[in-house]
């Protein structure tokens, strides 16, 4: 089975610099994701990792360790509008499944 | 931008009814799914579905759940017989190939209540 742990919440001030960490147990590793979601609207893509190391793209960059079953998105010059959940999510079998963790929400403050 | 089309936005219906919800994937997308989130709650994968079949499917997706493709835009979901523990947001969700690393593209979703 599989098992994703994050934080359930974090605040965070406009201009800063976060981190939200992920911690997995998976019997089939296909690929770390990160989406971000709004509340009441769909997740939408962030990233992907499926090798150890850093990927960024923009303000935002995700990091894998597939030995130490962890992941981190970082997340720069926060923005107001960045305030949502993210949601680390394990892509899992054969058919591309994904597997939600619960979800950090990120409150950005003035 | 291609996106993924969901509709109803919002269905309200006695427990007990059924249940037919649409979508739109991406025209060239060959991969489709179908995920819910009750409120509060983590999105949960309910199946997969690929050359007019299901290729997985979760054990929230019992006798009461089927899906199809219709035609060649449309994909549905009918719940047979609502209960209210099925209120929750229905996502649908398509893919190029379905294959590793492939990034799921979501529609805006349909809010069922069950009363």
């Known amino acids: 089975g599989q098992n994703i742990d994050q934080p359930t919440e974090m605040t965070a001030t406009e201009g800063a610099i976060v981190q939200i960490n992920c911690t997995y147990q998976t019997s089939g590793f296909n690929g770390l994701f990160w989406y971000q979601q709004h509340a009441g609207e769909a997740p939408t893509f962030l990233s992907y990792?499926?090798?150890?190391g850093l990927e960024e793209k923009g303000r935002f960059s995700s990091f894998l360790s597939r030995s130490k079953g962890y992941s981190y998105l970082l997340l720069k010059e926060l923005q107001m509008k960045d305030s949502a959940s993210y949601l680390c999510?394990?892509?899992?079998?054969?058919?591309?499944?994904?597997?939600f963790g619960q979800g950090t929400t990120l409150q950005v403050k003035p | 931008e291609p996106e993924v089309t969901q509709t109803p936005s919002h269905q309200v219906t006695q427990m007990g009814q059924e249940v037919i919800l649409r979508c739109v994937p991406i025209?060239?997308?060959?991969?489709f799914y179908w995920y819910r989130q009750i409120l509060g709650q983590k999105v949960e994968f309910l199946v997969s579905?690929?050359?007019?079949?299901?290729?997985?499917k979760s054990e929230i997706f019992d006798d009461q759940f089927s899906v199809e493709r219709p035609d060649g835009s449309n994909f549905t979901l009918k719940i047979r017989s609502t209960k209210l523990e099925d209120s929750a947001m229905y996502f649908c969700?398509?893919?190029?190939?379905?294959?590793?690393?492939?990034?799921?593209?979501f529609g805006p979703g349909t809010r069922l209540l069950v009363l």
């Open positions: 990792n499926v090798l150890d």
């Open positions: 999510v394990l892509g899992s079998g054969n058919t591309g499944k994904l597997i």
């Open positions: 025209s060239n997308h060959l991969y």
């Open positions: 579905f690929y050359n007019n079949e299901i290729s997985e």
């Open positions: 969700a398509s893919s190029g190939s379905g294959s590793r690393g492939e990034t799921q593209y």
